[in-house]
């Protein structure tokens, strides 16, 4: 069975780290892009990350470039997105999510993904 599984999720203060892993199981990660998306409460679920399969290309939203760093290791069948200096907006649901592609065109389109995560918990308070 074809799935993506979220992890690394938690409670983290304002500045703080933490990182997300996406491990896939029923197919190899390495022949296609994957994405990462965030859902906050009220709002539309918008990309944040992207990585080609090779993990050659990457692309990031404006409010996450410069902090987060997303990679991945296709020997485990992981991506992993590394999240710095959190800031209380980042506090939100995240998602990954197989491209049905192995580029990273049109990367923040829901509509170019096929499979997605349950999703992992992320809040950034004091």
């Known amino acids: 069975q074809l799935q993506l599984v979220e992890s690394g999720g938690g409670l983290v203060q304002p500045g703080g780290s933490l990182r997300l892993s996406c491990a896939a199981s029923?197919?190899?990660?390495?022949?296609?892009?994957i994405g990462w998306f965030r859902q906050a409460p009220g709002k539309e679920r918008e990309g944040i990350s992207v990585?080609?399969?090779?993990?050659?290309?990457?692309n990031y939203a404006d409010s996450v470039k410069g902090r987060f760093i997303i990679s991945r290791d296709n020997a485990e069948n992981t991506v992993y997105l590394q999240m710095n200096r959190l800031k209380p907006e980042d506090t939100a649901v995240y998602y990954c999510?197989?491209?049905?592609?192995?580029?990273?065109?049109?990367?923040?389109?829901?509509?170019?993904?096929?499979?997605w995560g349950q999703g992992t918990q992320v809040t950034v308070s004091s």
């Open positions: 990585i080609s399969s090779g993990g050659g290309t990457t």
């Open positions: 029923g197919f190899s990660l390495d022949s296609y892009a």
């Open positions: 999510a197989r491209k049905r592609s192995s580029n990273v065109l049109l990367w923040a389109f829901r509509s170019r993904y096929d499979y």
